[in-house]
Nanobody, 116 residues
């Protein structure tokens, strides 16, 4: 059974930082691409960042480039999203996703609120 559990969300002031974690189980983590998505109220779920199975390649949405960093630890079956210089428009539910070929699974999400 594939399980993805996000943590690290919360409320922060503009300019602050948060680090999200996604703990994975039930599959061979080191063989799967991992991604972070986010969904704001009334909006579609959008890709924020992705990292290949070996961590060698990453990709980011233009809106977060230079502020967010995705990383993974294949020894801990965990993917991270370091978020710096947070803005109110970063407020959303953040979801972890694993993907390999045509298969993919979602976590339950963690809320991030950026407000003064």
């Amino acid at each position: 059974q594939v399980t993805l559990v996000e943590s690290g969300g919360g409320s922060v002031q503009p300019g602050g930082s948060l680090r999200l974690s996604c703990a994975a189980s039930g599959f061979t983590f080191s063989q799967w691409t991992m991604s972070w998505y986010r969904q704001a109220p009334g909006k579609e779920r959008d890709l924020v960042a992705a990292i290949t199975f070996d961590g060698r390649n990453t990709d980011y949405a233009d809106s977060v480039k230079g502020r967010f960093t995705i990383s993974r630890d294949n020894t801990k079956n965990t993917v991270y999203l370091q978020m710096n210089s947070l803005k109110p428009e970063d407020t959303a539910v953040y979801y972890c996703r694993c993907r390999r070929a045509m298969a993919g699974y979602w976590g339950q999400g963690t809320q991030v609120t950026v407000s003064s």
